[in-house]
């Protein structure tokens, strides 16, 4: 996903002079290609997240729009005040790009995972906030955003399989649906749409019929998408990469509550943070019930399935 990412958005640079690419001294190996062929538009400015988005906001200001990118702990939480004062306030088309969404920095422990991004950016209701399912996806969410008035924050994983019958659909504030099968929905926040789909073959093995929901943007986020499915299951399971409070999970609590529907929620996630815990993405999510089967399981003791 970041290769592709960094593609689109050299590709759209090379026709867009607004654009303007920053680091914190990160993305070798991906960022090369953007600097090498503009150089007069890439920054690196270290190790200095905090002044990346300060002088982000400056070029801003000044009329371009600059992608400031880092790993996605750095990126949403050293520089939160700058972006909350600086392009917030002011409405400025500031993009906050966060590398390896959730558990994708497994073996670095819980400095790198980034747990608490999607809450905290979505709680300023004028940043808007893009976690793309995969690269397909990323690329068509850059291309649908580059015009936003404001601020904006993209959750990106560093790999990001292709995530079946997803065929890249991405629109600001709605929710691509897979599959309608009518007994529950997985509602899957961006690259957890992969576990969700796997495991909702596994449920329909079983004659369980699922819907996976593919929830991709915040602010404006997919209300009314979420409640036309949520209105003809009983059951939903939300699935993050991220703590269970703040991201999908609560987006879909509070619709339940505030459309009065009567769904069944069962949140998936982290519940508390994952001290001296490390290990491959893959180990981590059967750790923390994020594996497909593990989904499916919980799908089938909340229907009373015997399995």
């Known amino acids: 996903m970041r290769a592709a990412f960094a593609d689109e958005l050299l590709r759209q640079a090379r026709t867009d002079d607004r654009i303007v690419l920053l680091t914190g001294d990160l993305g070798f190996g991906v960022l090369e290609r953007f600097a090498d062929e503009l150089p007069e ?8 997240e905090q002044n990346m988005v300060g002088i982000a906001t400056g070029l801003a200001e000044a009329g371009f729009v600059p992608f400031a990118y880092s790993i996605a702990t750095f990126a949403s939480m050293r520089g939160y005040e700058f972006l909350r004062n600086g392009a917030a306030l002011h409405e ?3 993009r906050i790009v966060g590398m390896g969404g959730g558990l994708d920095y497994g073996h670095n422990g819980v400095t790198h995972y980034a747990l608490e991004d999607v809450g905290i950016m979505r709680v300023q209701p004028s940043v808007t906030v893009i976690a793309p399912a995969d690269a397909d996806q990323a690329r068509a969410a850059l291309d ?7 601020p904006a924050y993209f959750r990106l994983s560093k790999e990001g399989p292709a995530v079946p019958g997803l065929d890249g659909r991405f629109a600001l504030g709605e929710a691509a649906t897979i599959g309608d099968g009518e007994d529950v929905a997985l509602i899957a926040l961006g690259t ?3 576990a969700a789909v796997e495991a909702s073959e596994q449920l329909a093995a079983r004659g369980v019929g699922s819907t996976v929901v593919v929830v991709s943007s915040f602010n404006p986020s997919p209300i009314d998408d979420l409640t036309a499915v949520l209105r003809r299951v009983p059951l939903a399971i939300s699935v993050e990469a991220h703590y269970v409070n703040g991201g999908v999970g609560s987006l879909v609590a509070e619709v339940i509550a505030e459309r009065g529907l009567g769904c069944q929620l069962i949140r998936r996630g982290l519940e508390e943070m994952p001290r001296g815990v490390t290990g491959s993405p893959a180990y981590l999510y059967e750790r923390f019930g994020l594996s497909p089967a593990l989904l499916a399981e919980a799908a089938f003791e909340a229907l009373g399935v015997v399995v």
């Open 41 to 48: 538009r890439f920054f690196n400015v270290g190790v200095a």
């Open 92 to 94: 400025l088309p500031v």
């Open 144 to 150: 649908a955003t580059m015009d936003l008035p404001g």
């Open 192 to 194: 957890m749409a992969g």
